[in-house]
């Protein structure tokens, strides 16, 4: 099933997505400040978005505060799919200490939008940095990673995933994270 999954929101069977890099392609997505595949300090309509580079990036060390928000418009059946490139794509959320300050970044969910309906095709992993606010389903070929810095509850920052995280080949590695698993 997962790599069913995995297969069905690949570029190979959903060709023809968003290009976010290209504002004549989604002149509704914001700027691309952060450079071509960032998605920090935009808001997405639905739709099937396409990294250009092969990764996507959501905040990091120049842009602490700025968050990814998904806007359903109303529909509470809008779906947001992100695809970057067979193989070799990956997705990094904000940053992860200790050698570097923490930046937490979160996805938001306006109007009607639900983790449910969003999906992320990482075939080389991801990295889910400490503090960070992850919503949907990840489907990775390889290591899916969610805060490695160290410490105990109840000082210790916590890592959000609303949604589902699914490595087919490697391990999904969470230190600090607490799950929140969507209704179907």
């Known amino acids: 099933d997962a790599l069913t999954a995995f297969n069905s929101i690949s570029p190979a069977s959903l060709p023809g997505g968003i290009d976010v890099s290209s504002l004549a392609q989604c002149p509704s997505c914001g700027g691309a400040a952060g450079g071509p595949d960032e998605l920090a300090g935009r808001t997405l309509p639905p739709g099937v978005y396409l990294s250009t580079s092969g990764t996507y990036d959501i905040g990091g060390l120049s842009r602490t505060t700025a968050n990814l928000t998904l806007d359903a418009g109303g529909d ?39 983790a449910k309906n969003v999906f992320w095709y990482v075939p080389a992993g991801a990295t889910i940095g400490t503090g960070s606010t992850m919503v949907g389903t990840l489907l990775a070929d ?43």
Request: glycine share 10%.
């Open 142 to 184: 390889a290591a899916i990673t969610f805060s490695t810095t160290g410490g105990s509850p109840p000082t210790a920052v916590i890592t959000t995933l609303n949604g589902r995280a699914i490595a087919l080949t490697a391990g999904v590695s969470m230190t600090n994270t607490v799950v929140n698993v969507p209704a179907p």
């Open 76 to 114: 509470a059946n809008a779906v947001w799919i992100f695809q970057t490139a067979a193989g070799i794509g990956t997705l990094n959320v904000g940053l992860t200490g200790p050698a570097t300050p923490a930046v937490p970044i979160r996805v938001l969910l306006i109007n009607g939008a639900q």
